[in-house]
């Protein structure tokens, strides 16, 4: 299965910044996905990124708060704008597939935003 | 829809006891049935995972049963031990993940 690079591993930020979640693949993948997972709670997928087009967004998550760069089949992006509080949480990116060797995480970012 | 329900949110066992997860859910086009295993502080990490054409899968302790028109899977470990503890998710997709809530297993030596 792929390995995932993600940094940064954990940062603290002020309110109304921004962060970038970097994701770096060792092979070619069709679909990388982006998770937040808040303290104590499952995972929710924020958006899917797809290389050459625009992000596919999950219900309550939106562009201009979550923008997402996919430029070539190996990275993504993930950027966090405007944060508040709220925003605290560790962001996971996924790649794989159900007809593949299943769905492998980045080590994630924890997310502290003060 | 979209939920998968998990029960129970936690379990505890002695070690060497039986623990099962269920989960349920509702897409009918879900194909790919995975459980993930995080320990505290780390990623989730794919423990076992099951495709709707088969009905049971097993690897050593841990096994995944699917009944596909009930909508239910499980996941089995037989003979926990200690270093078993950690909190466990269901999943469901196609393309995507869908996550259950998690359950919280405590094996006590």
């Known amino acids: 299965s792929a390995v995932i690079s993600q940094k940064p591993s954990r940062d603290i930020c002020q309110r109304g910044t921004s962060l970038t979640i970097q994701c770096q693949v060792d092979?070619?993948?069709?679909?990388m996905f982006w998770y937040r997972q808040q303290p104590g709670q499952s995972l929710t997928l924020i958006a899917t990124?797809?290389?050459?087009?625009?992000?596919?967004?999950e219900s309550g998550f939106v562009i201009d708060k979550f923008p997402i760069s996919r430029p070539n089949l190996t990275f993504s992006t993930l950027t966090v704008s405007n944060m508040s509080p709220e925003d605290s949480s560790i962001y996971l990116c996924?790649?794989?597939?159900?007809?593949?060797?299943?769905?492998?995480f980045g080590s994630g970012t924890r997310l502290t935003v003060v | 829809g979209e939920n998968v329900e998990q029960h129970p949110s936690t379990l505890s066992v002695q070690e060497g006891d039986s623990a099962v997860i269920k989960c349920t859910y509702s897409?009918?086009?879900?194909?790919?049935f995975p459980w993930y295993k995080q320990e505290l502080g780390k990623r989730p990490q794919l423990i076992i995972d099951i495709r709707s054409n088969v009905g049971e899968k097993k690897d050593q302790r841990i096994a995944v049963t699917l009944n596909k028109t009930a909508k239910h899977f499980s996941l089995h470990i037989t003979e926990t031990q200690p270093e078993d503890s950690a909190v466990y998710f269901c999943?469901?997709?196609?393309?995507?993940?869908?996550f259950g809530t998690g359950t919280r297993l405590l094996v006590s030596p």
């Open positions: 897409d009918s086009a879900s194909n790919y």
């Open positions: 092979s070619q993948v069709t679909m």
């Open positions: 999943a469901r997709g196609f393309q995507k993940l869908v």
């Open positions: 990124a797809n290389q050459g087009s625009e992000a596919t967004y």
């Open positions: 996924s790649v794989g597939g159900w007809n593949l060797s299943g769905y492998t």
